[in-house]
Structures are given as C-alpha cells and as structure tokens.
C-alpha cells in the first residue's frame, strides 16, 4: 500500500507498507516505512495522512508525528476528512438541503 503525507499540496512524504489501527481511546494511529521524506515539509503544519484507494481518496489529519531514523513513522490522526479524489463530496454523503428546481 502506498500513501502520501501532504502539507498543503505539496508531498511531505511517500510512505509504504502502512497499517491503520483504531487506539484503545477511539483514535487513529498509522505506522508506515518512509520511502521518500522532505525534512522541511514534514516540520510543518498541517499535515494531512491521504490513503488512495480505487475510488478516490481517504484523508485524515496528522495531529503527532515522528519518523526514526531508520524510515519508520508513527502518526496519530484526527477524524477523517469526507473528501473524494477529484474534490467533490463524496457520493455516499448525504447533503440536506432543498432542491432548488423544486416548486414551493
């Protein structure tokens, strides 16, 4: 699997091999190897976690992050961000507003 860490849109990291795991307190936490890493870019703030996947994108915010030396990172995460590849919501979320072709 591969993944990206993005501060804005520029790419932080490339990571590979990652694992998401649901923390006993309800967060995310993800461990990756670092395949590509710019220094600068991962010290800024915010970074974004984006996990593509057929249909688009997944993408949740990194609140703790560290990478060894040896390329391991260890990352906690926010709640996800519903977003989809091309930046349109995504099609299972439901918008409840009216419809503006309807007739009152």
């Given at each position: 699997?591969?993944?990206?860490?993005?501060?804005?849109?520029?790419?932080a990291a490339a990571i590979n091999?990652?694992?998401?795991?649901?923390?006993?307190?309800?967060?995310?936490?993800?461990?990756?190897t670092v395949v590509m890493r710019?220094?600068?870019?991962?010290?800024?703030?915010?970074?974004?976690?984006?996990?593509?996947?057929?249909?688009?994108?997944?993408?949740?915010?990194?609140?703790?992050?560290?990478?060894?030396?040896?390329?391991?990172?260890?990352?906690?995460?926010?709640?996800?961000?519903?977003?989809?590849?091309?930046?349109?919501p995504p099609k299972d979320l439901?918008?409840?507003?009216?419809?503006?072709?309807?007739?009152?």
């Open positions: 699997m591969v993944g990206h860490i993005k501060w804005h849109y520029y790419t091999g990652y694992t998401l795991t649901r923390t006993p307190e309800g967060r995310m936490s993800l461990v990756a710019d220094a600068f870019k991962l010290a800024q703030r915010p970074l974004i976690f984006e996990a593509p996947h057929k249909g688009g994108v997944w993408k949740w915010p990194i609140v703790t992050c560290a990478v060894s030396d040896s390329g391991r990172l260890t990352a906690t995460l926010g709640a996800e961000i519903l977003t989809s590849y091309n930046g349109e439901c918008l409840d507003f009216p419809n503006p072709k309807s007739s009152a």
